[in-house]
């Protein structure tokens, strides 16, 4: 059944109600369905439908998400994301590096300042018994270091030897200003250079440290008498002296 509504208005749309209802509420018989009635007009089913749910679906789907929040700005907030995680990562792994590198030189600095106060109280220690050495060493000199007295003291200078403690200064050493202290000056011709012809006093080192000079003696070299009969280098002229000699 078909009823038309608002026929005096032409602009309004019309209204189409189809009763399809297959069993009749008045009478209660089964109804024939009519085929012409199911086949409605496009006109009839454009026109019948309401505005707000045809073609406005669409639109309403589209109109209604706010601006700027479509599909293609979600990578774009990921990607922004990500850039910043990264960044954040980045610093915090510049961080770890620097307070790693911060901590390992701390410990060496650490080790090596303990190991420098170490050798610093031995050679303290050390530097207390070489006037006991000295003692040892002259009266071996003199014959007296015999018996226990010997076994004592070679106990201890081993012992100081295996600390550190290292002696040097022997007759015919080259003589070195770093760990000779001079004290007498002689010349000679048997030397070819400055040497160590007589040893005062022992010097001692811990290590690489210097805990006390020799006490040496120094013999330099003493060019011997020009003789005629030597050899002259090429290029030199001979002296007046020897010309006259041959003659």
């Keep these: 059944m078909t009823q038309p509504q608002h026929e005096g208005h032409e602009d ?43 073609a406005g679906a669409p639109q309403g789907s589209g109109a209604g998400a706010p601006a ?22 980045d610093e915090r792994t510049a961080d770890l590096q620097r307070v790693t590198a911060e901590y390992a030189n701390y410990r060496k600095r650490v080790e090596r300042d303990r190991e420098l106060v170490v050798t610093t109280a031995k050679a303290q220690v050390v530097a207390e018994l070489l006037s006991v050495l000295d003692d040892f060493e002259r009266a071996e000199q003199h014959g007296d270091l015999t018996g226990a007295f010997k076994a004592v003291a070679d106990k201890i200078a081993n012992t100081l030897q295996k600390a550190g403690l290292e002696p040097f200064g022997a007759e015919g050493d080259e003589f070195d200003p770093s760990v000779h202290e001079a004290v007498q000056h002689n010349t000679s011709p048997e030397v070819s250079g400055p040497t160590v012809t007589m040893v005062l006093r022992r010097g001692y080192r811990f290590g690489e440290r210097v805990l006390r000079p020799a006490l ?31 003659d």
Excluded: K, Y
């Design 12 to 54: 309004e749309p019309r209204v189409v109600v189809r009763d399809r209802r297959r069993i009749d509420p008045q009478t209660g018989a089964v109804r024939t369905p009519d085929p012409d009635a199911d086949a409605a007009p496009q006109g009839d089913s454009g026109a019948g439908a309401p505005q707000g749910h045809g």
């Design 68 to 89: 700027g929040s479509g599909e293609p700005a979600g990578p774009a907030v990921d990607d922004a994301a990500t850039a910043d995680l990264r960044r954040q990562l």
């Design 216 to 246: 040496v003696g120094v013999t330099d070299h003493e060019p011997g008498p020009f003789t005629p009969e030597a050899p002259v280098a090429p290029g030199i002229p001979e002296r007046p002296d020897a010309a006259n000699g041959a």
